[in-house]
């Protein structure tokens, strides 16, 4: 349908009654017409997504009975015409895009409405509660909006007033709602307690109220009607009522992320035979040991979610379980080898099994052989790497104690989209084989572990790969040039390798790529291909740390990093991370002058890090055009000339290191602008003058300045006269400079010129060159020595990991 334009609907006949083109791919205008239709009853055209039009504003009064716009391009401005709808019974509207914060003016008007569906709108401001006062009404849907207050009481004449205090908005509701089916309000921001009547109605099957901030107990059931009950996501505290037990038609509990307490009795759940869907994770102080060790009950459970229960073994109830499809055990206490019956269950209908952060030593073969989604990380888990069902989507056995080389049974995972087997004590080569899943595979993940040899090259046209994470292992050659095939490369990590190799610079070319970390490595050369136009479009992280590149910057690849020039405060909301539901990058950056692990990227996140190499000459200007970057470290490389000004734009900047070099001139006034910027180092350079004062100049200390040609003002103890901070003249007869002795104490020499006598010069140079002091002294007569003994001990130090 999806190439039939819906004009082509412009001629039906006046007697059409129905008209459903649910889900049919429209897109493009609605005609109106077809609203003015003089016998239409129903009209269906929710879930055409690119469709558009408009509602008419007059002259409607069709006998329109069942209406459905959910999920379409409309704009819902929805006129209060549609009041005069006189035989509307059911109207869907989900999914639209609602002009206006608060619901409709119309929806008090629908007194005649049985079905009402306004979910996901975010619509704000007060619940239309008025609409319970409908006698017919059986289905009422509005999860998936910003509404606030407290569900109404029944037990007295309830009346709601909005923030307006108009008599015209007030909400009066006198009556329980004795017909309803239907009730889901999940997604909001409603508060207080659950009221009595909500546990009282004898025909609703369905409460939908998690994701709220309800508090309160959960109360007593007084019919058994409920066949899909959601509480989780609130703040709801107290036992689970007994009252559940006889609620004999329920499929699907949720329970989870509450603040429930007490002991879980296992007659609770006897006579439930059709519960299929049962969630009572994250509740700390829910004791499920009697549940938990329970035998004959839940028969038909298909989905079992028990993360953060506390509990020690696997349900005994699972050995009876028909038809068990995902089971969630993680975050729990269980520990030694998984049970033989296990093994058993599900064999031919457990898709789903996350068994993550317990402490588990040992799985033996692993079950289901329809099994998708296996989690083992973060247990203790010893000895070769199980080889997993060979249907799997996911498999992580992360964080544990497995050792041996990685199977070439492995590659045998034909399906296999997200592979996590990194900080374990893998060994060997990497098999080469694993480069022919890069057509399926997403993320590829085998960091931390003691691999070596070469990085296969077998990466094939057609690459899928979007995170490949090879770092911290002992690999070594070149990176394949075989990499250029993936094109939605977005993470890439070989850091803290031997590998020995210049820059990749058909890396450039990816257009993905956001997270490229090379680090502690043997990479050599200068950086910056001529050839490419537009190197690295998306790049945000950039790690070239600890290697052997030398020259100037890269001026020509930092003009083009437009990921970093971005605008951070437009793009400020909801934080976004890099990754997805099924798996989370992580990276290890140095940030503040500490090595720290990003367990989740922020999308925003950038950083520069070219510090512990050769690179000379000055800092380009245009690094100042990097507007978004959060950090930047030059430090420890042999960078000359001033500190340019334009670093003032910078006002994300949250740290700032360029020790180390050989920097010269006065700190610019400019970075006084930098109010985000909460660690600075610029020691060991032949910066002087007078530091620049206000902000987050005031937090800095004596640290972010030692070791330079002179510094006056705040935080130093030396004071800024009228003449400091001007730069010594070469030429002068007097040349001064401050250094100390490793005992604390200060001298300040002075070279009075050649006319002071020759014994004293003698003196003094034996002074200087017997103690080091002054550095700069020093470093005119030895010359680039202090350098190569700097870099010295960076190797030696920087496979620390």
């Not at 899928?464 to 911290?472: F, P």
């Not at 690849?557 to 793009?571: G, T």
Request: charged content about 15%.
């Amino acid at each position: 349908m999806s190439s039939v334009p819906p004009n082509s609907f412009m001629n039906l006949s006046s007697s059409l009654t129905s008209l459903s083109l649910r889900v049919c791919g429209l897109k493009g205008g609605f005609p109106d017409n077809i609203f003015h239709l003089p016998n239409l009853q129903l009209l269906y055209v929710g879930g055409n997504y690119n469709l558009t039009g408009s509602l008419p504003t007059y002259n409607w009064s069709t006998p329109l009975k069942s209406l459905s716009l959910s999920e379409t391009g409309f704009p819902i401005n929805v006129p209060n015409l549609i009041s005069n709808l006189k035989s509307l019974k059911e109207l869907y509207l989900s999914n639209c895009n609602f002009i206006g914060s608060s619901y409709p003016t119309f929806v008090p008007n629908l007194t005649q409405i049985t079905s009402l569906d306004l979910s996901y709108n975010n619509v704000s401001g007060q619940c239309p509660w008025s609409l319970l006062n409908n006698a017919g009404l059986t289905m009422l849907y509005l999860s998936g909006n910003n509404f606030i207050g407290q569900v109404p009481d029944f037990s007295t004449n309830w009346t709601q007033v909005s923030s307006s205090n108009s008599s015209s908005n007030s909400q009066s509701v006198s009556q329980i709602p004795s017909n309803l089916v239907q009730l889901w309000l999940s997604d909001n921001l409603l508060n207080g307690t659950i009221p009595s009547w909500l546990y009282d109605i004898p025909s609703l099957q369905s409460l939908y109220l998690d994701n709220n901030q309800l508090t309160g107990h959960i109360g007593e059931f007084l019919h058994n009607s409920l066949v899909f009950l959601q509480l989780s996501n609130n703040k709801l505290h107290g036992p689970l009522p007994l009252s559940i037990s006889k609620l004999v038609s329920l499929r699907e509990l949720g329970v989870s992320f509450n603040n429930l307490s007490g002991n879980v009795e296992s007659k609770i759940f006897f006579r439930l035979k059709n519960l299929e869907y049962l969630d009572m994770s994250n509740n700390p102080l829910l004791s499920l040991s009697s549940f938990t060790f329970a035998t004959n009950i839940l028969p038909k459970i298909f989905q079992l979610q028990l993360s953060s229960s506390n509990i020690t073994e696997i349900p005994h109830f699972l050995r009876t379980a028909e038809n068990i499809g995902s089971l969630d055990f993680s975050k729990n206490q269980i520990k030694g080898n998984i049970p033989k019956w296990f093994l058993e269950v599900g064999k031919d209908s457990l898709y789903n099994l996350d068994l993550s952060y317990n402490n588990l030593t040992s799985i033996g073969h692993l079950p289901g052989k329809n099994l998708r989604y296996l989690d083992l990380r973060s247990n203790m888990l010893q000895g070769p790497l199980p080889v997993p069902p060979l249907g799997l989507y996911f498999f992580s056995t992360s964080r544990n104690n497995i050792t041996g080389q990685i199977p070439s049974l492995i590659c045998n995972l034909s399906l296999v989209k997200y592979l996590d087997l990194s900080y374990n004590h893998l060994n060997n080569v990497i098999p080469s084989c694993l480069g022919n899943l890069s057509n399926h595979l997403i993320d590829l993940d085998l960091q931390s572990n003691n691999l070596h040899g070469t990085i296969p090259t077998t990466i094939a046209k057609g690459c899928y790969l979007r995170s490949l994470k090879l770092n911290d292992n002992q690999l070594e050659g070149p990176l394949p040039q075989s990499l250029v095939h993936c094109r939605k490369l977005e993470v890439l990590d070989f850091g803290n390798n031997k590998i020995n190799s210049t820059f990749p610079h058909w890396l450039e070319t990816l257009p993905e790529l956001r997270v490229l970390i090379l680090r502690l490595n043997n990479f050599h050369g200068t950086l910056g291909n001529p050839k490419t136009k537009f190197p690295f479009p998306n790049l945000r992280i950039i790690d070239l740390s600890h290697n052997e590149f030398y020259g100037h910057l890269p001026t020509n690849l930092f003009k083009y990093l437009k990921a970093m020039m971005m605008n951070v405060s437009a793009n400020k909301g909801e934080l976004k991370y890099m990754g997805d539901d099924y798996y989370q990058d992580s990276v290890i950056v140095v940030m503040k002058g500490l090595s720290i692990e990003l367990v989740k990227i922020q999308s925003l996140f950038t950083t520069i890090d070219f510090s512990n190499n050769n690179f000379k000459g000055e800092i380009p200007k245009v690094i100042g055009e990097l507007r978004s970057l959060k950090g930047l470290n030059f430090s420890h490389n042999n960078l000359t000339g001033c500190m340019p000004q334009s670093l003032g734009n910078l006002t994300n900047l949250e740290w700032l290191d360029l020790s180390s070099n050989k920097l010269t001139g006065e700190i610019p006034i400019q970075l006084v602008d930098l109010t985000m910027l909460a660690f600075l180092n610029l020691s060991e350079n032949y910066l002087f003058g007078q530091i620049p004062q206000g902000k987050q100049f005031n937090t800095f200390t004596n640290d972010s300045y030692k070791e330079n040609r002179g510094f006056c003002g705040f935080p130093m103890t030396k004071a800024c006269g009228n003449d400091e901070g001007q730069q010594p003249s070469p030429s002068s007869t007097i040349q001064e400079d401050d250094f100390e002795f490793e005992n604390g104490f200060h001298w300040k020499v002075v070279l009075l010129g050649y006319g002071v006598g020759f014994m004293f010069g003698l003196g003094l140079g034996y002074l200087v060159f017997s103690s080091g002091k002054p550095k700069w002294l020093v470093n005119i007569v030895y010359g680039g020595r202090h350098n190569k003994v700097r870099r010295t001990k960076k190797n030696a130090h920087g496979r620390t990991r």
